[in-house]
């Protein structure tokens, strides 16, 4: 099946159909009926705010009482703004809580039991700090962050082959923590005769959209055109590296359509946007053929093309209008590019220099470690709403929840030559990152935007498939490159994972990286994979290797069995009722009630999250 | 079983009675706000239908070489064309099962897109709107607002989710979500050829889970112990798990996924065919499902669409969708309504075959195949209230243009969202009904006047069912 790539289609709402008459009472009668049934989607901090609410006491660690320190800047932020508001906030988490949240944050995966243990029992006052900075120079992290630059790069699909590329750039300019905006500029302007040999090429030949399957015309845009897929991919683009959603503005003004959307965009013009698309104008993907065969996935990357056409038909949007080529304007600065320079250099270079482009970064950073944006949603800034120097009329209030912060960071982040590193290092060791899921007290809705707890969330797809296999001592088996692995997150790519694997993945929220990330539709099909899937089932197997199979071999009495079990499942000791049960459960039938001990856990809410 | 199952359940009943699976939305359940639901009181819902099973064929059926026959220079000679009756003419080497069913079968021609490309068409026929990506993220899926809908008439004993999928996840848009609804009527997607998880193991597997699920359920009541002076609310999480293991092990599920070998030869195995034989039974079993939507993919016959020798090409596909939808309409017809005194239960059950459009007519292209084509295209209805054995609307000799639409709107050709409409109206749901305290503000229509590129009458097609 043709993979044709994303493409947006707005509705154009021209005129709306009189809404016909209604009886007062039947409009009540509707409306009481279906009261309680409907509940509109909720923003992020909320959700985050009420699943932690909800899941926190079935979480096993409580707090410890002591003092919090101002580690960093942050900190000075976070609560000096709580302070200032009179906001109660959780203690510090306990060693336990804090050692899983920061192995499963840096690095995907749950805790060793013995380098656990070891910072259980270390009694010096820097630990956690240098626990952070073990974690972050550790190969598993490297994993991690490839992955989740993989998923945000959408790597895979029309890369083909490249994608082995992709992925061992990634890694290097990871391991070699090469300043992220040099990174960035590599995607924006990479070209060559082969996008199999340069990797920047890679970003922007991803979107391409496959013209008529036809040697005589490779080039033929009949079903989609270049000038849709730059259209395209300047929305990509925008909203992964600034945080901005242009989408609306790609099919007609802000004016009269975004005035309860936007405050920023309502003020821009379709003009702009063109403006925005052309800096990518004269830029191919030439699908390359083989013995009249299409080498389906290697193409050559130049900027050879006219310029963005304003009279080019659009298949899927409004049409364009104006007349003649757009000249690349920079769409928050209006800046041009200078006399000679190539326009995707000059792209790259006003955009890595602009300061929401550092804003986006970190408070994407900042989303994935914390729960939830400093800026909600994370890829749609309204930047008429940020400088609370300048708020926005009534009823609008400022977007950002903490924009002294967001700026502090931003600019802590460019101080630092934009290490990508800097910035996961400096949350993680600050107090408010280290803050407890367990609030005393009641929790109240209007403290979540202060971050006065820390928010659990599930862990991602490979994360949960990878700690299975982490706590049951049986990786599995997939391919990179030429070689085999054994966790998922380092696959380049979920396609590459059996049947079992990638329906597990899938079902847990892996996205395809074809389509932007889209809400995961929970089912119960959840609780039933983490009951019944073989990629749970076949590892608790105590017959086949792994941990069980030589715990059972070695443990020297039962106690020891079942805290060996905990210590590797859940990262904890068990408390005295639980051993109770785990004991009991071995009496019945040693083996098998060991397979139940650990299924039991991996399907319990400690496991399935990361607090 | 089901009595073992009951003293894990805690008191809440009430929860579990509402279906709901969803595991992690429930946390996204806040105090109930109200909601605006506006009634605009112009359709009269047929309410003929029970349950409504679609098939989606993913890829884009080629119309001319189906369900409205062109001959002409693509035609293959072992075609076999047969005459059914007066405008009817099918190859029979395609479809030799569903050609002695078409007494049961009413075909409409007259169809139209405004999309060519299959991620956004697929998304079309699932959503049954187009897609706009400013409002996607709250736009449910069709399944989810029948679910919705249907949530009231669950009764005690429903352990199935309403809606119910098969290989949605090889539609190219996937499975959708709820959008602005809650998580709670979303689709269990099952994939019936992977053997996917849901399927449940034999009675030793069962057994060894409900031991399991004993220590896990001692296990969270230890924890409860350990937390004390806090207010410790029952988790929600528990709640989904408790309702999923409800499923497996209400013995009615793994009834659902028995297939003997006959049934599975008759139905074939492959995904339509497994997809069609386990939405049989999930209507058989009545346990609460009344949705079904399963994926048929790989239709995209660009290329050597009358190949033999490929592995995927418009034989094998045909053949595939004959056997299976032929075989359930079969199975439906012979089983005996237990609601509706010498009806059977195809009687009760709508089923629709949609595509997200057609493919072009005459010759073939430069790889031997067949490009889109949207301004014309088929569409099949059966049960649940329609008249089988009609024609719907008429194309031209090339099967290019359409020259009647069929039904009372000449000028408008006939759409995916008059086909939801029909299936909204078939199981009595009012379609023009209007949602209006959406997250975006936007009303949500159940079917939406305003099309993508012109506007549509947002009616149902009468003439399937008079």
């Known amino acids: 099946m043709t993979r044709f790539g994303l493409v947006f289609l707005p509705a154009v709402l021209l005129a709306q159909t009189p809404a016909p008459k209604l009886s007062h009472q039947d409009a009540e009668a509707f409306e009481q009926a279906h009261k309680p049934l409907i509940q509109p989607d909720q923003p992020r901090s909320k959700q985050a705010s009420s699943t932690t609410a909800q899941v926190s006491p079935s979480l096993p660690s409580a707090g410890i009482a002591a003092p919090i320190v101002n580690r960093n800047f942050i900190d000075k932020h976070i609560f000096g703004r709580m302070s200032a508001d009179k906001i109660p906030h959780a203690p510090l988490a306990g060693d336990e809580e ?137 929305v990509t683009y925008s909203k992964v590296l600034l945080g901005l959603n242009v989408a609306c503005i790609s099919c007609h003004d802000g004016a009269g359509h975004l005035e309860k959307v936007n405050l920023f965009l309502v003020k821009k013009k379709r003009d702009e946007f063109f403006s925005q698309a052309a800096f990518f104008g004269k830029t191919r993907q030439i699908m390359n053929w083989e013995n009249g065969y299409q080498a389906n996935t290697e193409y050559t990357v130049d900027d050879e093309a006219p310029g963005y056409d304003r009279k080019a038909d659009s298949i899927v949007r409004v049409p364009r209008r104006g007349n003649g080529l757009s000249q690349p304007k920079f769409l928050l600065t209006g800046e041009a590019p200078r006399e000679g320079e190539n326009q995707r250099d000059a792209l790259a270079r006003m955009m890595t220099g602009h300061i929401q482009f550092r804003r986006a970064f970190v408070n994407r950073l900042w989303s994935e470690l914390m729960g939830f944006g400093i800026v909600e949603p994370i890829d749609d800034f309204d930047l008429a709403r940020y400088d609370p120097k300048n708020p926005p009329p009534a009823p609008w209030s400022i977007q950002p929840s903490n924009p002294a912060l967001l700026d502090a960071m931003a600019e802590d982040f460019s101080a630092n030559n934009h290490s990508f590193r800097h910035v996961v290092r400096t ?54 490159g030429t070689e085999k692995v054994g966790m998922a997150m380092q696959m380049p790519e979920p396609k590459k994972a059996g049947a079992d694997v990638q329906s597990f993945m899938r079902t847990f929220g892996q996205s395809n990286r074809d389509d932007m990330p889209k809400k995961i539709p929970p089912s119960s099909l959840q609780a039933m994979l983490l009951m019944q899937s073989k990629v749970v089932t076949e590892r608790v197997n105590s017959t086949k290797g792994g941990l069980l199979q030589s715990l059972l071999e070695k443990s020297a009495n039962d106690r020891s069995l079942v805290e060996q079990i905990y210590l590797h499942t859940v990262s904890r000791k068990p408390s005295p009722p639980e051993l109770q049960i785990g004991l009991d459960a071995l009496q019945k039938d040693r083996r098998r009630g060991a397979e139940n001990l650990q299924w039991a856990l991996l399907n319990s809410p400690e496991f399935l999250f990361n607090y | 079983m089901d009595k073992r199952v009951s003293d894990f359940l805690p008191a809440r009943r ?67 064309v047969r005459k059914i009756k007066d405008d009817l003419y099918l190859p029979y080497r395609l479809f030799p099962e569903l050609s002695k069913e078409m007494d049961k079968v009413t075909i409409v021609r007259s169809m139209k897109s405004h999309e060519v490309v299959h991620f956004r068409g697929q998304y079309y026929t699932q959503a049954g709107r187009p897609l706009n990506p400013a409002q996607a993220p709250e736009i449910p899926s069709v399944g989810s607002v029948v679910s919705y809908e249907f949530e009231k008439l669950r009764r005690e004993k429903d352990t199935f989710p309403t809606y119910i999928g098969c290989n949605l996840d090889t539609s190219g848009c996937g499975a959708l979500s709820t959008g602005f609804l809650p998580p709670r009527f979303s689709v269990l997607d099952v994939n019936l050829k992977e053997g996917s998880a849901s399927a449940p193991g034999d009675a030793e597997a069962m057994a060894v889970l409900e031991e399991r699920y004993r220590i896990l359920n ?13 207010d410790r609310q029952f988790g929600a999480f528990r709640d989904f798990q408790h309702s999923a293991f409800q499923l497996l092990g209400d013995s009615r599920w ?36 009344r949705y079904i939507h399963i994926t048929h993919p790989d239709w995209d016959h660009h290329r050597n669409i009358y190949n033999h020798a490929v592995k995927s090409n418009h034989y094998i596909r045909c053949n595939e969708f004959d056997r299976a939808m032929a075989a359930l309409l079969r199975d439906l017809a012979a089983a005996p309504s237990p609601r509706l005194a010498g009806k059977a239960l195809l009687d009760e059950t709508m089923v629709v075959m949609v595509t997200e459009f057609g493919r072009v007519p005459g010759a073939l292209n430069g790889i031997a195949g067949r490009h889109h084509y949207n301004l014309a295209y088929v569409s099949l209805f059966a049960g649940g209230g329609v008249k089988g054995g009609r024609i719907i609307g008429k194309t031209d000799a090339k099967g290019e243009n359409v020259i009647d639409s069929g039904w009372k709107y000449n000028k408008h050709q006939i759409k995916t969202e008059n086909v939801y409409a029909s299936i909204y109206s078939a199981l009595g749901i009012d379609w023009t009904k209007a949602i209006t305290n959406t997250p975006s503000r936007r009303a949500y229509r159940y079917v939406d006047p305003l099309g993508a590129t012109e506007m549509l009458m947002d009616d149902e097609i009468a003439d399937l069912f008079v």
């Open chain 2, 218 to 230: 001692k296990l969270d009541d230890a924890m409860a112990g350990s937390r004390a002076g806090r």
């Open chain 1, 98 to 234: 804090f050692a899983r949240r920061a192995w499963l944050d840096a690095t995907g995966r749950i805790p060793e039991p013995e380098a656990l243990a070891k910072f259980l029992a270390d009694p010096s006052a820097k630990k956690r700090e240098q626990l952070v900075d073990t974690l972050t120079a550790s190969d598993a992290f490297i994993d991690k962050w490839t992955y989740y630059f993989e998923d945000l790069f959408r790597a895979g699909g029309r890369m083909g082959s490249g994608l082995n590329l992709f992925h061992y750039w990634i890694r290097e300019w990871l391991t070699l923590d090469r300043p992220y905006n040099e990174v960035v500029t590599d995607l924006l302007t990479g070209a060559g005769k082969s996008s199999f040999s340069v990797p920047g090429a890679l970003y922007y030949q991803r979107d391409f959209v496959k013209a008529k399957d036809d040697p005589e015309t490779p080039d033929a845009h009949d079903l989609v055109n270049q000038p849709d897929t730059v259209d395209e991919f300047t």
């Open chain 2, 254 to 289: 793994p009834q659902a996924f028995k297939m003997s070998k006959e049934e599975i030869a008759r139905y074939g195995d492959n995904s339509v065919g497994l997809g069609c034989l386990f939405a049989r039974n999930a209507v058989q079993s009545d346990a609460g499902t």
């Open chain 1, 427 to 480: 949350i993680m060791k600050s107090s408010a990152y280290q803050l407890s899921s367990n609030f005393p007290g009641q929790w109240q809705d209007s403290y979540s935007t202060y971050y006065a707890r820390k928010y659990v969330r599930m862990l991602s797809a490979p994360e949960l498939h990878d700690a299975i296999a982490l706590a049951t001592g049986r990786p599995g088996s997939f391919s990179s």
């Open chain 2, 14 to 80: 009430d929860l579990l009675k509402l279906g709901g699976h969803g595991l992690l939305g429930a946390f996204a359940s806040q105090a109930l706000l109200p909601i605006q639901v506006r009634a605009a009181g112009r359709a009269n819902p047929r309410g003929t239908a029970r349950y409504c099973i679609v098939l989606e064929l993913a890829g884009a059926l080629s119309h001319i070489d189906s369900f409205d026959f062109k001959e002409d220079a693509g035609t293959q000679k072992d075609f076999d």
